[in-house]
């Protein structure tokens, strides 16, 4: 069955929690911080957050911020977070999910995508990016 990507809601946190787990094992994660840095992303007008969701789970989730940037006088687009469900990568939700930031980029007129997330080991990382044909620092040009 086909998911979609939607706004996150405060309800989605705990299943984002379990994604982050995934992301991050073997690293304590400060669950009440983190909740609390999910619901004042949620609420604020420059970040976005995001969750991918299949027969009513969330099986994916990206957040991160518009942003200007004064070097290059233009607002970019900065992911700070991009994380699958382990059993569903290498099945395109990511590359979903990064298609949706690049239509919100787009929409903010930014002009650029930036900085994936380090929660990948650089191989796993490096081979998501050349996958959808992008470099690694600079995720996407989205006037290219």
């Known amino acids: 069955m086909a998911g979609t990507v939607r706004n996150a809601r405060p ?12 992301l991050w094992q073997g690293r304590e994660l400060d669950k009440v911080k ?4 999910f619901n004042l992303s949620m609420e604020s007008e ?7 969701i299949e027969n009513g789970q969330v099986v994916g989730f ?5 942003q200007n940037d004064y070097c290059f006088a233009v607002p970019l687009c900065y992911v700070s977070a991009l994380v699958v469900d382990e059993k569903q990568r290498g099945g395109g939700i990511g590359a979903k999910l990064m298609d949706y930031v690049k239509n919100i980029a787009c929409e903010n007129a930014c002009g650029a995508v930036l900085n994936l997330p380090l929660g990948l080991s ?3 990382r490096t081979h998501f990016t050349r996958n959808m044909g992008l470099r690694e620092r600079l995720i996407s040009s989205v006037y290219s």
């Open 122 to 124: 650089v191989n796993k």
């Open 62 to 66: 990206t957040a991160g911020v518009i």
């Open 46 to 52: 420059s970040e976005f957050v995001f969750c991918y």
């Open 34 to 37: 983190l909740q609390s840095i």
């Open 11 to 22: 309800e989605d946190f705990n299943e984002v929690f379990t994604l982050l787990q995934q």
